[in-house]
Structure formats: C-alpha cells, structure tokens
C-alpha cells in the first residue's frame, strides 16, 4: 500500500538542487531553494526552504533550513525553524532543535531534543546576548555563593 502522507511529504518543487546517491561532497551546502540529498555530503548544509534527506543520504555537519524530513543518517545538530519530520529508518547523531518536532516509531535520535533554539556560532561568542548572559550569571555566582536557581532551557520533555 502506498502512504499518501509520505509521497507528499518528499515532494520538492520545481527548481530545487538535487545530490543524487552517486555523488559524493566535500565542503558545505549553501542554498536558498529546497533541496534534496540522497547522496554524501561532508560539511554543513543550510537552505532557507525544505531539505529531505533520503535513506540513501549520509550527512556529517550541521543542518540549517526552515523544513526537515530525515529517512537517512545525519552526523551533527540540526535547527530546523519551522517543521522537522524524523522516520522510522533514520538516524541522527547529534542535537534537534525544531519549532515543530515529528519523530516515528522507530526512530534513533542520539542527542537533545529542544523546541525553538536558534544556533550560537562558537567563533564570536563573546558579543553574543547568550555571552552576556553567562557573564552575568558567573558574576552572580560569584556573589551568592551559586544557590540561585538555574534557568533550564525550552525543552520537549
């Protein structure tokens, strides 16, 4: 029987880059259309539309995009901003943060999974909100003796 729900939620439209599972790359993907990898790729990729990663993909790097849908192997943090769809058959090594999060039965998800948590560049943390706000909470610390009460972070769980 053919799942209607998977057939459309592969669908990309026309105009979108493709890497077929016979192409491998080494470097990140920078694209502002949707696309689809059923290859390798070693670098990080961002797109500011959909990205499906097909059970023939394998990706080690960071994924940026407004969209998701993994049925292959991701190695690194994904940031999705809208919606991010995880299969029965992939796996993702590494942190999910996502505004909308589905993860099927079956599923390997070996990381943190966060709601809405945008990424923080490790080569300019100090000029950061987030840098500020370590700061402040050291310098706190410092003064009380560290028995305030932490802040947790936005979580799914």
């Given amino acids: ?25 080494n470097g990140s993907i920078d694209a502002s259309v949707s696309g689809r990898i059923d290859g390798n790729v070693r670098g990080d990729v961002k797109t500011s539309g959909k990205l ?9 790097g960071h994924i940026y995009a407004a969209d998701l849908v993994v049925h292959g192997k991701v190695y690194g943090d994904v ?13 993702v090594k590494g942190d999910v943060n996502a505004m909308v999060l589905e993860i099927e039965e079956g599923a390997v998800v070996e990381g943190a999974i966060r709601k809405n948590v945008q990424p923080v560049l490790k080569a300019d943390l100090s000029h ?10 050291a310098a706190v610390d410092a003064e ?12 799914w769980f």
């Fill in 79 to 91: 940031y999705i901003t809208n919606k991010a769809h995880i299969s029965n058959k992939a796996l």
């Fill in 128 to 137: 950061t909100p987030v840098a500020e706000e370590i700061k402040v909470s």
């Fill in 1 to 25: 029987m053919i799942n209607v729900r998977h057939i459309f939620r592969n669908i990309i439209v026309p105009g979108a880059f493709r890497i077929p599972k016979t192409v491998s790359v």
């Fill in 144 to 155: 009380t003796g560290g028995h305030e009460e932490e802040e947790k972070n936005t979580s």
């Fill in 52 to 60: 499906v990663v097909s059970e023939t993909a394998s990706i080690r």
